[in-house]
């Protein structure tokens, strides 16, 4: 176990080259299973969630190698074997293995999913979807089991936008008979980029990107070769970095269409953005001013996953934001930690209610979730003194490189073991 150790209040200068996606890269490596010889993915980031589900495929008889940010899948071998527990359990996205295993195999037996603790997410949109196709949909000691004689083209409405439920329909769909509509679908660059990788096996998928999916079932894709599009969420904490403690800092290999919503609250602030075909340029936060109101919603609004690294950034400019999370209903588990360090936050339902402008102090803090991990780094880079965040195997799962890619930019950041006493109480906690 590691934690990291953040020496607060040095300014970030230099640029910093952005990963492939990971809300990508953990739906495409299941849809390999679809195909009928090897597909070849490049452009993934060194995550910890990329190296869980290569052992997924692998415990189901595929023939995966890596090579730096490159991975090639044979499923020629693959078996529908049960997956109730095990490495199933330790990420959210395995579900996306109930898509393709359904779609290749028509029957798939999936642990419920695991990942980060973020309140209520249930399946039942994605199992909603899965009825239509024609598959019988149980479950039974923890563990989803799907069954299907043959899968048919349905008509597909969903109740709530679901980024998971799209791609889930999507993935059983692909092989099924006749034609598909998924509509009230997600439209998030994720979905047009798994849409993309599936288009390349063969796949007939019109629409992705907007809110009516139609997908005309092949009753067998080709192998193929992809590259992930760059991760939005990652440039988007490294933005939010730099304007809270930045002097200049460019963000390359990006989609700057991508990061709209957050650009738009960065200028809101105050802060100095400049954009070009593939990179932003942070001027720093120097420049900030006031506070600003924020809503997540699903893309292009606001996203969910910058909400925390963003509620860390608000501490430092004039007046009160408000922080409203209308995707999940517990993600606020970083104010507690923020609080720590000298925040002045207030929770109220699914807001949070952020007064500047204080002056963070360094502080022992503790990562509950991914993106808290992003906020908890980004407040340790502001703060006076020293700060000590744990729960870094949170950050390993979406953040490539992290430490490496924050110094090469001037911060104070170095990933240490934690000792004896300190696991103890990180058990106990």
């Known amino acids: 176990m590691y934690k990291l150790r953040i020496e607060g209040g040095y300014p970030l200068e230099g640029r910093v080259n952005i990963s492939g996606a990971k809300n990508s890269a953990v739906a495409l490596i299941p849809a390999a299973i679809l195909a009928d010889g090897p597909v070849t993915i490049d452009n993934l980031p060194a995550i910890s969630d990329v190296d869980t589900l290569a052992e997924l495929l692998r415990e189901i008889g595929g023939d995966v190698t890596r090579s730096e940010r490159t991975m090639t899948i044979d499923p020629t071998k693959m078996i529908a074997m049960p997956l109730p527990n095990g490495h199933v359990k330790k990420l959210r996205a395995s579900y996306y293995l109930m898509g393709a295993m359904l779609g290749k195999f028509h029957k798939a037996v999936i642990g419920l999913p695991g990942g980060c603790h973020l309140g209520p997410r249930p399946i039942d949109q994605h199992i909603k979807g899965f009825e239509a196709l024609g598959a019988r949909v149980t479950n039974e000691q923890g563990a989803i089991y799907l069954r299907a004689e043959r899968l048919r083209g349905a008509t597909i409405f969903l109740d709530v936008v679901s980024v998971g439920a799209t791609i889930n329909i999507m993935l059983a769909a692909v092989r099924a008979e006749g034609r598909t509509v998924i509509e009230n679908a997600a439209k998030e660059p994720e979905i ?51 304007a809270a403690i930045g002097q200049r800092v460019s963000i390359d290999h990006i989609i700057p269409l991508h990061l709209e919503s957050l650009i738009a609250k960065l200028r809101e602030v105050g802060t100095e953005v400049d954009i070009d075909n593939d990179s932003v340029t942070i001027g720093g936060g120097r420049r900030l001013k006031k506070g600003a109101d924020v809503k997540t919603l699903v893309y292009p609004g606001f996203p969910t996953d910058l909400q925390q690294p963003l509620t860390s950034l608000l501490t430092s400019v004039q007046g009160t934001s408000i922080v409203t999370d209308t995707i999940y209903d517990a993600r606020f588990k970083h104010v507690d930690e923020l609080r720590r360090m000298g925040a002045n936050i207030k929770v109220e339902g699914r807001s949070a209610i952020v007064h500047g402008k204080t002056r963070l102090q360094g502080a022992s803090v503790r990562a509950s979730d991914l993106r808290a991990g992003a906020a908890l780094v980004t407040a340790g880079l502001m703060a006076e003194g020293v700060t000590e965040v744990v729960g870094v195997e949170h950050i390993d799962r979406g953040y490539e490189q992290l430490v490496e890619k924050l110094t090469s930019i001037g911060a104070r950041v170095q990933r240490e073991r934690l000792t004896e006493d300190e696991r103890e109480r990180a058990a106990e906690s």
């Open 192 to 242: 047009v980029d798994v849409a993309m990788l599936l288009s390349s096996m063969g796949a007939r998928i019109k629409g992705a990107g907007t809110n009516v999916i139609r997908i005309d079932g092949r009753p067998s894709l080709s192998g193929c070769r992809h590259a992930i599009i760059p991760d939005r969420i990652e440039a988007g904490t490294y933005m939010i970095m730099a």
